[in-house]
């Protein structure tokens, strides 16, 4: 007896939508094609395509620390909601993950109450790069992160000579929060209080571009792989464009959707984030990388705040909005509007993760890898609404808008996670196992 079959749906496999159904067994994608055989469970996916587990590559869910705001549990409530099965998350909590003994206490925490499969990222400081040197066993690592510039949190490798020591020293993919520390700090005498649309006057384009070419140089000089996070810049994506191999690139949802100065306009604070939306010239130009496949991976940078803090005056408002619900339905409207292909999705959020990180049986439909799915309703109309945001901030930026495409459901080691927006059955993720 199988423990479930998913049948009639439009399944992705090779690049191409085909009609097939899905076996599972112990967790594990037994067959798939014709099938059989009886099921303790059977899900009938008529009208729905069937994609491999998506997955986030960017989340910060605020545990140990501002537990107020976001915990483990709640942000891997607010992924299975938005369809994603898996999460990699950040250490810039308070204390922040930069060494073995804080990584194990987030594993500890993680364990039977996150909702959804995990990974860990290790913080990169300035004075821990023995550790870094030594992560490629280390159960449930991503990767390290490095912050270049200083956002939410304490975590920050700002000095050229430390960049250098973290590349050195890295053992597995170092991703990195890329604005320029000096130029941040220069510019502070830029910042309008009260008044938020100076926040990418502060925050600039040269900001950006100068601390992503020092990155992607150091990276080239030590043969080490760069993933450059939350890219915001026409100038990041040319450059970056005529960089790849070792370097790959992420694009936030938000950073496709919304751009200044609309954005401050109608959210004002609740648009504010590290590196900031900008002007449409920058977003036609995520738009061209996205085309063009310059871009590898997209990442919520779920950061949620609470809406008292957020609605302090600029610039002592918090920087980060929520996203990891949100991620599939802004992407799969964007999907249906013809701005990009499902395929180009499925190798953002499935594909090019698997290859980047080196992450073990997911990311694909395919016999022997792990029975992760996410059910999808390309059809479905949903507007966004702040009072079923799962995350305990309890807004999103896209409270309102109607976006066509949506997950109804989420599967996990071959059980139903969530269904049509419900939570089903316990906290069961894992950690994710690399290469």
Same mark, same amino acid.
């Given at each position: 007896?199988?423990?479930?079959?998913?049948?009639?749906?439009?399944?992705?496999?090779?690049?191409?939508?085909?009609?097939?159904?899905?076996?599972?067994?112990?967790?594990?994608?037994?067959?798939?094609?014709?099938?059989?055989?009886?099921?303790?469970?059977?899900?009938?996916?008529?009208?729905?395509?069937?994609?491999?587990?998506?997955?986030?590559?960017?989340?910060?869910?605020?545990?140990?620390?501002?537990?107020?705001?976001?915990?483990?549990?709640?942000?891997?409530?607010?992924?299975?909601?938005?369809?994603?099965?898996?999460?990699?998350?950040?250490?810039?909590?308070?204390?922040?993950?930069?060494?073995?003994?804080?990584?194990?206490?987030?594993?500890?925490?993680?364990?039977?109450?996150?909702?959804?499969?995990?990974?860990?990222?290790?913080?990169?400081?300035?004075?821990?790069?023995?550790?870094?040197?030594?992560?490629?066993?280390?159960?449930?690592?991503?990767?390290?992160?490095?912050?270049?510039? %200083?956002?939410?949190?304490?975590? /920050?490798?700002? =000095?050229? #000579?430390? &960049?250098? @020591?973290?590349?050195?020293? !890295?053992?597995?993919?170092?991703?990195?929060? %890329?604005?320029?520390?000096?130029? /941040?700090?220069? =510019?502070? #005498?830029? &910042?309008? @209080?009260?008044?938020?649309? !100076?926040?990418?006057?502060?925050?600039?384009?040269?900001?950006?571009?100068?601390?992503?070419?020092?990155?992607?140089?150091?990276?080239?000089?030590?043969?080490?792989?760069?993933?450059?996070?939350?890219?915001?810049?026409?100038?990041?994506?040319?450059?970056?464009?005529?960089?790849?191999?070792?370097?790959?690139?992420?694009?936030?949802?938000?950073?496709?959707?919304?751009?200044?100065?609309?954005?401050?306009?109608?959210?004002?604070?609740?648009?504010?984030?590290?590196?900031?939306?900008?002007?449409?010239?920058?977003?036609?130009?995520?738009?061209?990388?996205?085309?063009?496949?310059?871009?590898?991976?997209?990442?919520?940078?779920?950061?949620?705040?609470?809406?008292?803090?957020?609605?302090?005056?600029?610039?002592?408002?918090?920087?980060?909005?929520?996203?990891?619900?949100?991620?599939?339905?802004?992407?799969?409207?964007?999907?249906?509007?013809?701005?990009?292909?499902?395929?180009?999705?499925?190798?953002?959020?499935?594909?090019?993760?698997?290859?980047?990180?080196?992450?073990?049986?997911?990311?694909?439909?395919?016999?022997?890898?792990?029975?992760?799915?996410?059910?999808?309703?390309?059809?479905?109309?949903?507007?966004?609404?702040?009072?079923?945001?799962?995350?305990?901030?309890?807004?999103?930026?896209?409270?309102?808008?109607?976006?066509?495409?949506?997950?109804?459901?989420?599967?996990?080691?071959?059980?139903?996670?969530?269904?049509?927006?419900?939570?089903?059955?316990?906290?069961?993720?894992?950690?994710?196992?690399?290469?």
């Amino acid at each position: 007896m199988l423990d479930l079959i998913i049948k009639n749906g439009q399944c992705y496999i090779d690049g191409k939508l085909k009609e097939a159904n899905v076996s599972v067994k112990n967790g594990k994608i037994l067959e798939v094609g014709q099938i059989t055989d009886q099921a303790k469970d059977i899900i009938d996916a008529k009208g729905l395509i069937v994609l491999p587990g998506c997955m986030d590559t960017q989340t910060h869910f605020r545990e140990p620390g501002s537990t107020d705001t976001e915990d483990l549990q709640s942000g891997s409530r607010a992924a299975i909601v938005g369809g994603i099965t898996a999460v990699f998350e950040m250490p810039n909590t308070n204390p922040p993950t930069s060494n073995k003994k804080e990584f194990q206490k987030k594993l500890d925490l993680a364990k039977n109450r996150m909702y959804c499969n995990y990974a860990f990222y290790f913080g990169a400081t300035a004075d821990n790069v023995d550790e870094l040197a030594d992560l490629k066993n280390l159960k449930g690592c991503c990767g390290i992160k490095l912050f270049a510039g %200083s956002s939410t949190g304490n975590l /920050l490798v700002a =000095n050229e #000579k430390d &960049i250098e @020591k973290v590349f050195k020293n !890295s053992s597995k993919v170092v991703a990195v929060h %890329s604005e320029d520390e000096a130029i /941040l700090n220069i =510019n502070k #005498k830029l &910042i309008k @209080k009260g008044d938020v649309h !100076s926040h990418p006057i502060w925050r600039s384009e040269e900001c950006a571009i100068s601390s992503t070419r020092r990155i992607v140089h150091i990276a080239e000089r030590y043969n080490k792989k760069a993933h450059i996070l939350h890219i915001s810049t026409k100038q990041e994506i040319d450059f970056l464009s005529q960089h790849k191999g070792n370097i790959t690139f992420e694009i936030t949802p938000q950073h496709l959707t919304i751009y200044a100065p609309d954005c401050y306009n109608k959210l004002g604070t609740y648009a504010q984030m590290n590196p900031p939306i900008r002007d449409k010239s920058h977003y036609d130009r995520l738009w061209y990388a996205i085309k063009n496949n310059y871009n590898d991976t997209i990442g919520s940078d779920h950061a949620p705040h609470l809406k008292s803090n957020k609605d302090k005056e600029y610039p002592n408002s918090p920087s980060g909005m929520p996203g990891v619900q949100t991620l599939l339905p802004v992407m799969l409207n964007h999907v249906n509007e013809g701005s990009l292909t499902l395929s180009q999705l499925i190798n953002f959020v499935c594909e090019n993760p698997v290859k980047i990180f080196g992450i073990k049986n997911k990311g694909f439909i395919k016999k022997g890898f792990d029975a992760d799915f996410t059910l999808v309703d390309m059809n479905k109309k949903i507007v966004i609404k702040n009072e079923n945001i799962e995350s305990k901030c309890g807004w999103s930026p896209f409270n309102d808008f109607e976006f066509k495409g949506t997950p109804v459901s989420t599967i996990i080691a071959g059980k139903v996670k969530m269904q049509n927006g419900k939570i089903i059955g316990d906290p069961e993720g894992n950690p994710l196992e690399f290469d």
